[in-house]
């Protein structure tokens, strides 16, 4: 039972945002989006065909600036949300918008691969003057037509109208503390009908209700250092996943603030981006500027039933190994990058794939050992 | 005879003489013939007087024959008149001999007339004296008869007297007495049953002997008897044949009681004095009469002596008198076994109620700092209890009593290591505040500090234990006869003080230092240099405290079996892991300090809109001081550590210059082309950089540790930025800056090169103009600033 060896694709340029294409549920697709000052940006929509362990790409320009963060939405696959960076000769501004894949493989095999296609611009995210945006969301289960973002200390909401062709600023909230506090990341709890989010600024956590815009909670000192990313479990309710400069991953129940579930320190720099595993919860990703991508199994915080399964020991007889509880634990610590690697991903459609992207634009596409897959399926 | 003659003569004469006689008699053929048998000896007995002669003839010349001659002659002479002289002599002893024999005939002769003479008067004497008895014979008869009938008589009258007797008896109290005579007529009366006359007095007897029997029962079951008393009454009842079971059911049944009273009475002093101990009863306490007289609380050793003088003593009274009541009797084994285990029952049940009042007294010592009134109680509470064994040998008091014993025994051991971790604690506290105090202004004095605090902390640690562990000898001081017993002696010293005391002491230390590295760092509890210092302790440890320690104990504890006891090495691989944990910790926490610094500066300055840079930012000396500072800590207590490829210092600067130069060189001539390309390459060939890595005992791998976490923070920091030219040439003036001040510091100055290189390259990347500065116009702000 060997496992593939990754599939590693190259950029040109540096690279921070990596999504999956999330409306895409058959496909294997991720997005990436490049960061260069001087030369035009670009998107890669990137397709991974299991089977013959290929990628194909398309990619497209995307020349309002360098892309920070990026999102696909959850509504029509052919759309996604860039954050940028639109720099003149003294200013920097963080804007965000959304664009519109102008192809998609299906009518590109035809297509000429050396004239790049420009991304077509559906709507700017317009946040008045509240600040840089930093990151945005696209409603978790696609049925809402919410986009929210951090803008500096606020929290907004865009209402996109049915068409997507426009988006307007619904509501906004702010946070007040003194040193003005700039909120980093965040994350959309996909449960209770998806009204809460939550944020991270500094070393806290906070979660929101966004019917309202009031704060719900606080976890004070969530990370010795900065927070770099969070997550919630899509599949168990309160369960949240968070990471940061103090190089460790941390699981939270969000009813309980004061202490954390479970601490995981298996990098030996900033952990930048940590995920569930969409449909096994007790896959967790992440990944570091440690250069690393570490693949943990946590069994014991996961929606899946814990310890043994009467079933599974009748079946398991031949195989003794396989028949012992499963432990928390690193499955896997992959190390084909060469550089801090910002962002890493699940596929929306293959829950055994996972893409990393390094800061030297290289995207690394692996997956989840065989025999870690067999242990989870059986 | 012939010594008579010849006592005046000399002894050699005698024998010679004697000589020839046997010769004569042919006594010593034997002899003579072994002695010689040369024909030409001429005292031999194989002379050969021929061949003597022709022997002399042929060999001497005329004269010397002529002398033998004449000598032959005398020696003739001389024998001839000694041969005459032993004729005479016994000649003379033959004739006295024949005298004397003639004379003892006569006498004999006499003597046999006077004894024929003596039995005919020895038989007329018999004759005599028989008929004399005959005579006397009748009367004697009458006699015998006479003295049969009047001791007949006064038995008559002593049973005929024998109610008023007994009744006067139980008036006076005397019971035995009555006993004594009810038991000897007992047998006569029923004997002679049948005649009506010993029939009237036997039932007086049997009516007044349960009267009796009513009153000794009475007095058996009266709450207020003395076990004395009720012995005899027992005594008293057994010799009235009273079933022998229920006696003993009742007489346990009334020592229970008694005990009981007793052992509440016990219980309920304890109680006070529980209370008394805890502060809690005053003084004055006016039902309790007994500790009127009671100022102070007794000590442990006092309420043992009064268990053991009350309680115990009782106890063996008790054991003893049943023995000699019930068991010793040899007629009725069935009874002795029922009524042994009876007793057995009583006692073992008695005896908790006793051990768990002296287990609560013990417990109450927990908190004292002697242990010799303990373990002088302990002892003494020990012996008793053997004693007791030997009473009652089915039991086993002293099992329960070393248990006793050795949970006391335990109790000191968690209590003292308790005070060990307490003090322990003290010890940090004090080193907490000698470091949180704010220092003299003399650096020197500060730089002292963090050793002396080491020393301090390891001195008082070790002589703790040491205090300790002469403290607990005293449980196995040769004079304690419990010491004795491999039974509490191996568990004491091996899981006791081995185990619970040592060992659990220098895990504790260990699970304390690792409390330090996981919770208190991110909320910045513990300070670095408490880290740094715990770090060294623990590598002490490691070395040589451990093994010190415990061999100490071991040698004062006469321990010899090793197994099943943790190894000296699996404790001293903890306290090095600890050791570690604390070290890479601390290099993380004053990595992140620095980091935090950097992150800062970096984050809150617009690097688009900068001047052209003309100083060193104040940040980076900044971290450069707190670099150097963090190098004396640690030189203080870790030694300097080994370098990788060092030039000789005068070079050093000159060769770092250049290689910079070198590498600047190289962007300067490429600065349109995609940098990224050439950080590739260069990673390429350069290893993986371990951020927060494990680090060595050595302050040059801390330092690295410490260097590397804060340089990727500067870069990762960078990457995150937008710099405008001016911007960029800053980063090239502090990384350059970085360069000068932090290569003494690592183990491997081109780890820093590298990463400062990456950090310039990075910033190249996030430039919206990249123009470099020249590197003459570096090291002149580098070298002003």
Redesign the interface.
């Known amino acids: 039972m060997e496992d593939e060896a990754p599939v590693i694709y190259g950029l040109?340029?540096?690279a921070r945002a990596l999504c999956a294409q999330a409306a895409e549920a058959d496909q294997i697709r991720f997005l990436v989006g490049t960061q260069s000052?001087?030369q035009e940006n670009q998107v890669h929509h990137i397709d991974f065909d299991d089977e013959n362990n290929v990628i194909n790409k398309n990619v497209f320009t995307h020349r309002e600036g360098e892309i920070w963060h990026m999102s696909a939405s959850t509504l029509d696959k052919s759309h996604l949300a860039t954050c940028y960076?639109k720099?003149s000769?003294?200013?920097?501004e963080m804007k965000a918008a959304i664009w519109k894949l102008p192809s998609d493989f299906d009518d590109i095999s035809t297509e000429d691969q050396s004239s790049m296609q420009p991304l077509q611009l559906v709507c700017r995210l317009e946040a008045n003057d509240l600040g840089d945006i930093k990151s945005v969301m696209w409603h978790p289960t696609g049925d809402g037509c919410t986009i929210v973002g951090l803008a500096d200390s606020h929290i907004v909401l865009w209402d996109i109208d049915t068409n997507g062709s426009s988006a307007k600023m619904s509501s906004s909230a702010g946070l007040e503390a003194k040193g003005q506090p700039r909120m980093t990341c965040c994350s959309w709890d996909p449960h209770h009908n998806c009204v809460q989010i939550a944020t991270a600024n500094d070393t806290c956590i906070r979660g929101w209700d966004i019917r309202n815009m009031q704060q719900t909670y606080v976890i004070d000192?969530a990370?010795?250092?900065?927070v770099r990313d969070l997550d919630f479990n899509p599949n168990k309710q309160y369960y949240l996943l968070s990471c940061g400069?103090?190089?460790k991953v941390k699981f939270w129940d969000v009813r309980n603030v004061t202490e954390p579930l479970k601490v995981l320190s298996d990098?030996?720099?900033?952990v930048w981006s940590v995920r569930y595993n969409r449909f096994h919860d007790q896959l967790i990703l992440s990944s570091s500027?440690?250069?690393r991508v570490v693949l943990n199994n946590i069994v014991s915080l996961s929606s899946e039933p814990y310890g043994n399964l009467v079933e599974r020991d009748d079946e398991d007889n031949d195989d003794t190994e396989g028949s012992n509880p499963q432990e928390d634990g690193v499955i896997a610590t992959y190390?084909e990058h060469?550089?801090?690697v910002y962002t890493v991903d699940w596929s929306t459609a293959d829950p055994w794939v996972f893409a990393s992207l390094s800061?030297?634009?290289r995207l690394v596409i692996n997956r989840v050992p065989r025999a870690e897959k067999y242990k989870i399926l059986l | 005879m012939s010594a008579a003659g010849g006592i005046d003569e000399d002894p050699e004469q005698r024998r010679k003489r004697h000589g020839m006689l046997k010769m004569y008699y042919g006594l010593d053929k034997d002899e003579a013939g072994g002695a010689s048998l040369d024909p030409c000896d001429i005292d031999g007995a194989h002379f050969n007087k021929d061949m003597y002669l022709s022997k002399l003839i042929q060999e001497k010349s005329l004269t010397e024959l002529m002398d033998k001659e004449s000598d032959m002659l005398k020696q003739i002479r001389s024998l001839d008149s000694d041969m005459q002289t032993l004729v005479y002599e016994n000649y003379n002893k033959f004739i006295s001999a024949t005298d004397t024999i003639r004379k003892m005939k006569n006498d004999f002769r006499k003597m046999e007339d006077e004894m024929d003479h003596l039995a005919t008067n020895m038989s007329r004497i018999t004759e005599f004296s028989g008929s004399v008895s005959q005579t006397l014979d009748d009367r004697r008869q009458q006699i015998t008869k006479l003295a049969g009938v009047h001791s007949l008589l006064k038995k008559l009258q002593f049973l005929f007297e024998l109610p008023a007797r007994l009744k006067k008896c139980i008036e006076l109290k005397a019971y035995s007495q009555a006993v004594r005579y009810y038991t000897k007529a007992q047998r006569i009366l029923l004997q002679y049953q049948h005649m009506p006359s010993f029939q009237g007095i036997n039932t007086d007897c049997v009516h007044i002997m349960e009267q009796l029997a009513a009153t000794l029962k009475q007095q058996f079951h009266d709450k207020q008897s003395s076990p004395r008393q009720l012995a005899e009454c027992v005594d008293l009842l057994l010799q009235l044949r009273e079933p022998a079971e229920q006696l003993c059911e009742e007489f346990l049944k009334h020592l229970r009681f008694s005990a009981r009273h007793k052992l509440d009475c016990d219980l309920e002093e304890l109680q006070y004095q529980i209370s008394w101990t805890k502060g809690e009863a005053s003084p004055q306490s006016p039902e309790r009469p007994a500790q009127a007289y009671t100022s102070t609380p007794m000590d442990v050793l006092e309420f043992i002596d009064s268990g053991c003088n009350g309680f115990l003593s009782n106890m063996c009274l008790v054991i003893a008198s049943y023995n000699d009541m019930f068991l010793n009797k040899q007629d009725n084994e069935a009874l002795e076994n029922i009524a042994m285990k009876k007793l057995v029952h009583f006692v073992n049940s008695l005896m908790e109620q006793y051990f768990q009042a002296v287990k609560m007294r013990i417990q109450l010592e927990r908190e004292t700092g002697d242990n010799t009134i303990l373990v002088r109680a302990l002892d003494r509470f020990h012996r008793r209890l053997q004693a007791m064994n030997k009473l009652l040998p089915d039991t086993d008091f002293s099992r329960a009593g070393t248990d006793i014993v050795s949970s006391a025994a335990r109790d000191r051991v968690d209590h003292y290591l308790e005070s060990l971790k307490q003090h322990f604690a003290d010890c940090l506290t004090d080193v907490r505040q000698n470091l949180a105090s704010p220092r003299p202004a003399g650096k020197q004095e500060a730089a002292l500090n963090l050793g002396e605090l080491l020393s301090g902390v390891q001195l008082n640690t070790v002589d703790q234990v040491k205090s300790v562990l002469i403290n607990l000898q005293v449980f196995i001081a040769p004079d304690i006869t419990f010491a004795m017993k491999p039974y509490f002696r191996g568990a004491f010293c091996t899981t006791g003080v081995r185990e619970g005391l040592v060992v659990a002491f220098v895990r504790h230390l260990t699970t304390v230092c690792h409390d330090f590295c996981e919770g208190g760092?991110?909320?910045g509890a513990a300070p670095p240099a408490l880290l740094l210092i715990l770090s060294r302790l623990c590598s002490d440890f490691e070395n040589s405290t451990i093994s010190y320690l415990i061999t100490l104990t071991e040698e004062q504890f006469d321990m010899d079996s090793r197994n099943e006891m943790t190894s000296i090495s699996d404790l001293c691989n903890e306290v090095k892991v600890t050791a570690q944990k604390l070290l890479n910790h601390y290099v993380k926490v004053q990595g992140?300090a620095i980091?935090?610094m950097l992150?800062k500066s970096v984050e809150t300055r617009d690097w688009?809109?900068t001047i052209e840079p003309r100083n060193v930012r104040a940040v980076m000396k900044r971290v450069v001081e707190d670099i150097t500072a963090i190098d004396s800590q640690v030189g203080q207590l870790y030694e300097e550590g080994v370098r990788k490829e060092r030039s000789s210092d005068s070079s050093r600067r000159a060769h770092s210059y250049s290689a910079s130069q070198q590498r600047r060189g190289q962007w300067a001539f490429t600065p349109s082309i995609?940098n990224?390309l050439i950080?590739?390459i260069q990673?390429?060939f350069s290893e993986?950089i371990?951020?927060?890595?494990a680090v060595e005992f050595s302050k040059v791998s801390v330092l690295t540790g410490i260097v590397k976490i804060s340089l990727?923070t500067f870069m990762?920091c960078v990457?995150l930025r937008?710099f405008?030219r001016y911007g960029l040439q800053q980063i090239q003036v502090d990384t350059n800056y970085l360069q000068i001040h932090l290569w003494g510091f690592v183990s491997d100055e081109n780890l820093v090169q590298c990463l400062l290189d990456e950090i310039v390259c990075s910033t190249v990347?996030?430039?919206?103009d990249p123009v470099l500065m020249e590197p003459s116009v570096i090291e002149l702000i580098c070298d002003r600033g």
């Open positions: 040109e340029f540096p000052l001087r960076n720099t000769e003294s200013r920097a000192n990370h010795g250092q900065l400069d103090d190089c990098h030996s720099h900033w500027s440690d250069s190390e060469e550089d801090s800061y030297d634009g | 760092g991110e909320r992140l980091s935090q992150r688009l809109n995609d990224s950080s590739n990673k390429l993986k371990e951020i927060f890595s990727k990762e990457r937008i405008g990347h996030r430039c919206l």
